[in-house]
């Protein structure tokens, strides 16, 4: 396990388990949504996403954490190992709602510049909650069909469900 991908819903625990990886194993790590929102939440085009993604999996061993479907198939054809953070939607949403207040209140910066701001909970088309709730059914679906597709042999996917899941992977 060098080369890994960490996909889950937003909230799910994916970047905390992808900085401990990283940590562990001595390879750098990329969180997706560091390069793709640029200031202002302006999307990064496509072509540049992927330029950046391609030269970052160039590397022996890297974990990069995030869902893009605009890049999965740069990084699931160098990973050896997808693991998927899917622990129940309840738990997704608690951690989620403390860390968006959490961040909210304290005006912390993501990426570029970028903040969440207490406006987009009750926007629709903004709210993180919102995402979250209505990906949750559609990640399982996507990762538990990917996870048994003939045209994901070459991986191993870890599912991680629970802290215990957790602790058994980090372990390993």
């Known amino acids: 396990m060098r080369r890994i991908s960490v996909v889950g819903n937003s909230g799910s625990g994916k970047s905390t388990i992808s900085a401990e990886l990283s940590r562990r194993l001595g390879v750098p790590w990329l969180e997706l949504d560091s390069i793709f929102h640029m200031p202002g939440w302006t999307p990064r085009p496509v072509e540049e996403f992927r330029a950046e993604v391609d030269a970052f999996t160039a590397g022996d061993g890297w974990v990069v ?96 469900t629970s802290r215990d899941e957790l602790v058994r992977l980090l372990d390993a």
């Open 65 to 160: 954490d995030g869902n893009y479907s605009a890049v999965r198939d740069l990084v699931w054809a160098r990973c050896d190992t997808v693991v998927w953070v899917d622990p129940p939607k309840a738990t997704v949403m608690r951690r989620l709602a403390a860390r968006t207040l959490r961040r909210m209140a304290g005006g912390a910066e993501l990426w570029n510049g970028n903040r969440e701001r207490f406006r987009s909970l009750f926007t629709k088309d903004d709210s993180i909650l919102h995402w979250a709730w209505t990906k949750h059914g559609e990640y399982r679906e996507r990762y538990g069909k990917a996870a048994v597709d003939p045209a994901y042999a070459h991986l191993r996917f870890v599912r991680v």
